[in-house]
């Protein structure tokens, strides 16, 4: 997209020459909205879409800010990113995304008017074809159109002059006018740019981080969208400069729609997700949610904040995480599965932090004897990691936990150590020594 920074940030002369061109086409169009003549000056102030993101995501960190006087007035502090609205002559509310549509509700909407003028050269080539959501239908005579149809038609007479060049320039951040709509939230505009981008092969173009529109889309949470470029053919196992898929982005954040969205449309279309991708930091999807887990669990643990709202924050995002690490499970992922540093399966991450909610969902499933024992390149097992921990509050129920389920404390490490040896001082680290050696019953 592009830069904020006034001259600072120069663009390419091809794409300056782009827009200048048709931005004088735009103009003799009382239809269409001047996008590009707006995003050519230099003077007006635009959102980046890596700026958008940094926002929505420092949003996401910042909420909620709390103000817990001493009278014990608990007033949450929301600070929300200011967006600029796309330069446009239709009004806002049609740019907003819409709920998901009841599928037995429809809304009388006046259709647009019907076009008397022949279809350009580029509206030929990119013929836009309505969603059938949820069950419905495409608009067809007799039909009473729903929102998001009728939105997609305005959008579809308001950037149908979009030439195929046009449609495919990037600005100096690598984004094409899709990446902008995707990283705007509108829907409408993004299913209409995508629907002409896939006629002609280039829905997958990636911006200067190496994301395409679909990750984009998947790191705002817009699980609408997500939908929408998965059924215009959007590949799923694409990654960005740092080895993510949109599963891995979905899983660290805990962003369930997003990642129900992919489940489902993919299932549906035929397009095989490659669950087990690993991240340039040796880390699949289900690795990613389990360390996300861990952290929210060790932020639980050393929370001093005695507000309950903040507390029921915390106990959301973690259900979060967990829903994301159940859905990955039944897409097919392993918590067996080595990360390409250490060696670590789920299993042992979770274990990292005594976090037994994971481990009771990893050891309930049909090949936790197969793995309860599989070693770390250290040849660590998930009990040497458990028995190691300093006096967590879960540890001695953790160690009673893979004991049960099959954990054997006379396997050794490369040390040649057993995880008796590496439990710790204190009451609690007596407590797990005793129960390794079996001198209290866990069953």
């Keep these: 997209m592009l830069d904020t920074r006034g001259n600072e940030g120069g663009r390419s ?3 300056s020459a782009g827009f200048q061109d048709y931005s004088g086409f ?26 958008l993101l940094m926002m929505k995501r420092q949003a996401i960190e910042r909420q909620p800010e709390w103000n817990c006087s001493q009278h014990n ?22 740019f907003n995304p819409p709920a998901p549509l009841n599928p037995n509700t429809t809304t009388d ?16 080539q990119f013929p836009i074809q309505y969603p059938a959501l949820q069950g419905q239908v495409a608009p067809a005579d007799g039909f009473k159109m729903t929102l998001f149809h009728w939105q997609i038609q305005q959008q579809a007479q308001r950037v149908g002059g979009l030439s195929a060049e046009l449609l495919n320039t990037q600005d100096a951040d690598g984004d094409t006018f899709l990446h902008i709509a995707v990283a705007q939230g509108k829907r409408a505009l993004a299913y209409v740019l995508a629907a002409k981008m896939a006629g002609c092969g280039s829905l ?47 899983a660290e954040k805990g962003y369930v729609a997003s990642l129900q969205s992919i489940w489902r449309t993919s299932t549906v279309s035929g397009q095989p997700v490659d669950v087990e991708m ?24 050393k929370a001093e904040d005695p507000c309950s709202y903040a ?24 918590y067996g599965t080595k990360d390409l540093k250490s060696g670590r399966t789920g299993l042992h991450m979770a274990s990292e932090e005594g976090n037994v909610e994971l481990l009771n969902i990893f050891l309930d499933q049909e090949a936790s004897l197969s793995i309860v024992n599989v070693k770390t390149f250290s040849g660590n097992t998930a009990l040497h990691i458990v028995s190691s921990l300093q006096n967590y509050p879960t540890q001695a129920e953790a160690v009673k936990l893979l004991m049960r389920k099959g954990a054997d404390p006379g396997i050794r490490n490369l040390e040649n150590e057993l995880p008796c040896q590496l439990a710790p001082e204190g009451v609690v680290g007596e407590k797990v020594r005793k129960i390794l050696k079996g001198k209290l019953v866990y069953a």
């Design 13 to 15: 002369q091809v794409l």
């Design 26 to 51: 735009l103009m003799t169009d009382p239809k269409l909205p001047d996008y590009t003549q707006a995003m050519s000056k230099k003077n007006t102030v635009k959102n980046t879409v890596k700026e």
């Design 73 to 94: 007035d608990l007033e949450p502090k929301f600070k929300q990113p200011k967006f600029e609205p796309f330069a446009c002559d239709v009004s806002a509310h049609l």
């Design 109 to 124: 909407f006046p259709p647009a008017a019907p076009e008397t003028a022949e279809k350009s050269p580029q509206q030929a």
């Design 204 to 250: 997958d173009v990636k911006e200067h981080n190496g994301q395409t529109a679909l990750q984009i889309a998947a790191a705002i949470d817009h699980h609408l969208i997500v939908q929408d470029l998965l059924s215009h053919g959007a590949q799923i196992n694409t990654r960005d400069l740092w080895g993510r898929s949109p599963l891995h982005v979905c």
């Design 278 to 301: 690993f991240n340039y930091d040796g880390f699949t999807a289900l690795h990613a949610a389990i360390l996300s887990h861990n952290a929210a669990v060790k932020e639980t643990r």
């Design 311 to 334: 507390e029921a924050e915390r106990v959301q995002r973690r259900q979060k995480l967990v829903d994301c690490i159940k859905i990955l499970l039944l897409m097919g992922a392993s």
